[in-house]
Every structure is written in C-alpha cells, then in structure tokens.
C-alpha cells in the first residue's frame, strides 16, 4: 500500500461540481442560443455580452438576475419580463441537473465516507447554481467548501486551493482533486502539488460549443465515477 512505500497517503479528495458530480447535460438544457432565441437575437452577439460579465457573476459582484439585465441592458433589450423568462428557463435547467444526479456520483461519496476520506468542493458558480448545491443532497457530504460566488474570487486561483487545504489542516501531496478540467483546475491543483485526475465519464453526453474541456493528455482519465478509488492509494 502507499503508505508501506513511504508515500504520504491521500487523506482528502476534493471535487469540482459541474460536468464531475453532476452533468448540465441532462433534461432540460438553457444555454447562449436559448436565451438569445428567447430574446430575438442572434446567438453569437448575445454570448458576447453574456461574457462579459461572466467573472462579475462568478465572483459575487452580480446575481444571475443582475447578470441577465446587464446583458440585456448592453444589447437594448432589458425589460424585467426578459430578466425573469431566461433566469425561469435557467432555473428549470438546473433543477433537472439536481434531480438527475447519478447513482455513481452517490455511491462515489458515501464510499469515501466510509473509508474516512474528507471531501472538499471547489467550484466557480452563478448565484443560483450556488443556491442549488447548497440545496441538492450532495452538499452534506462535504466537509470543506469553496464556492467561487461566496469566495469573490475562481479557480484557477490558487488561493482557493491553498485555503481549503488549510481549513483541512494538510499538504497538496495528501490531496487528490478532480475535476473535468474547465478553468484550468487540474493545472492549478497540479502547480500546488495536488494529484489531479481528470473526470471524463459525462464526456460522451456534452455537445458544441458547450463542451467544458478537451481531453487533456497530461493528467489520467477516469470514466466512472467509482474508478476515483483506485488513485487513493496510488
């Protein structure tokens, strides 16, 4: 075992939340081209002013509804009819999202607990994807939690990493972080010493342009969710 070879032994594994707990894919979807078609307007002009004010979003500075009316606001189309439409439509979304978490996903966390890993959750979220996590029936299953919304600021800042591990009390190499790879997470784990794995087993069910991330040939894929396992003792 790891740690009859001297090697620090994993105590804690640390999850990002979309496309590796849960999948945006599944039931209802509402992305860019939904919301643009929603509000007359063509898909491309209304992504561009959509990211605009992502980070702003991302870190707490906007709500979603604040979000949606800057949007709005930018191309001429604000009316608070709009701002609830798209926020409504994006909500029904996520609730599907939560309603379908996998078995796996479960079994996943409930066999960590068992073994006496502690779990962290690191994730870049709007405000009602955070409502949502601190809802769904996964959140109790974390014993530290950086959201990106509460933190003011997201990954791939290293500070999010450095500031759960120290509510933790351990070093990177006793963490294993996973994730499908958007925002740069696994290079930002990786670059503070963490292990990092790269969750591809809700690849098959994303499509253009919303696929987060590419295979990335420098960390290890894993596609199931129970296959974590096997790099707690690696």
């Not at 296959?227 to 707690?232: A, G, N, R, S």
Request: hydrophobic share 40%; with cysteine; aromatic share 10%.
């Amino acid at each position: 075992m790891a740690a009859e070879r001297g090697v620090t032994m994993l105590q804690i594994v640390i999850f990002d939340m979309f496309e590796t707990l849960v999948t945006l894919f599944t039931g209802r979807t509402y992305f860019g081209e939904d919301a643009a078609a929603d509000v007359g307007i063509d898909t491309a002009t209304y992504r561009k002013a959509w990211h605009e004010n992502e980070v702003d979003r991302s870190t707490g500075k906007l709500t979603i509804k604040e979000g949606i009316a800057k949007t709005l606001k930018s191309l001429g189309l604000y009316s608070e009819e709009k701002v609830e439409l798209i926020a409504s439509k994006r909500l029904a979304a996520l609730g599907d999202t939560f309603d379908a978490i996998p078995d796996d996903t479960m079994k996943l966390l409930e066999e960590l607990k068992k073994r006496g890993v502690r779990i962290g959750l690191i994730t870049n979220t709007f405000s009602d994807e955070r409502d949502l996590i601190r809802d769904s029936k996964l959140f109790p299953f974390f014993d530290a939690v950086r959201i990106s919304y509460e933190e003011g600021i997201q990954k791939p800042d290293p500070r999010l990493y450095q500031s759960i591990m120290d509510e933790f009390g351990v070093t990177a190499d006793q963490c294993l972080f996973v994730g499908d790879g958007g925002s740069r997470e696994l290079f930002a784990a990786r670059d503070i010493g963490m292990k990092a794995i790269q969750a591809s087993w809700f690849r098959e069910l994303a499509f253009e342009p919303h696929i987060p991330c590419p295979v990335l040939p420098e960390f290890p894929q894993v596609k199931n969710q129970l296959d974590v396992l096997e790099y707690l003792d690696d």
